[in-house]
């Protein structure tokens, strides 16, 4: 019997690993919480004026995942504005237990929520044109610095997945080949 490839499963990822960039992101995204959230009124320093025993009481829930738990510490970092690598915190401030993980898991709370995301994301992933203009009318909020650049670069979502099949395709057929020769 001749097999032939019929399916092929790609996890794309990096390794498990929080990228450089990522680590960036997540200490920027906290720093701009902190910012956001509590910001620096007559000379104080908003969430940093609070005596450190109690920022260093602040936990921070993760699944088991270590770049989620890496993203959670460099979180925390840009949030409380600490200093030196995110291993020391992620093992002194990120709490990936039960407790933690039954917190995290249970969606049911959000269902509502992430079915509205899910219909956002396949719009905006399905749009055969500019993304930019799209963004703009299923959220109805201009987007960030940092998403308005991505979504140049990315011109058209739908193309980009097209092609992205299209490789996929290929490298499938390469495969079949290999196998079989």
């Known amino acids: 019997p001749v097999l032939h490839v019929k399916e092929a499963l790609f996890i794309l990822k990096w390794g498990g690993e929080l990228t450089h960039t990522g680590l960036k992101q997540a200490i920027d995204l906290g720093t701009k919480f902190r910012t956001g959230i509590y910001p620096n009124t007559q000379g104080e320093e908003g969430l940093l004026r609070l005596h450190s025993t109690y920022r260093h009481d602040m936990k921070c829930y993760s699944s088991d995942e270590g770049r989620c738990q890496m993203s959670a510490a460099a979180f925390i970092k840009g949030l409380l504005a600490l200093h030196g690598p995110p291993q020391p915190i992620l093992m002194n401030m990120v709490r990936n237990d039960g407790d ?57 979502p739908k193309k980009y997945l097209e092609e992205i099949y299209e490789l996929i395709s290929k490298f499938t057929e390469e495969l079949n080949v290999f196998v079989h020769p």
């Open 100 to 156: 933690a993980m039954t917190m995290l898991d249970d969606s049911e709370k959000a269902s509502k929520d992430l079915k509205e995301v899910k219909i956002i994301v396949d719009e905006l992933f399905n749009h055969d044109g500019e993304p930019l203009d799209k963004f703009r009318s299923l959220l109805k909020t201009e987007p960030d610095t940092f998403s308005t650049k991505i979504l140049k670069m990315i011109d058209n």
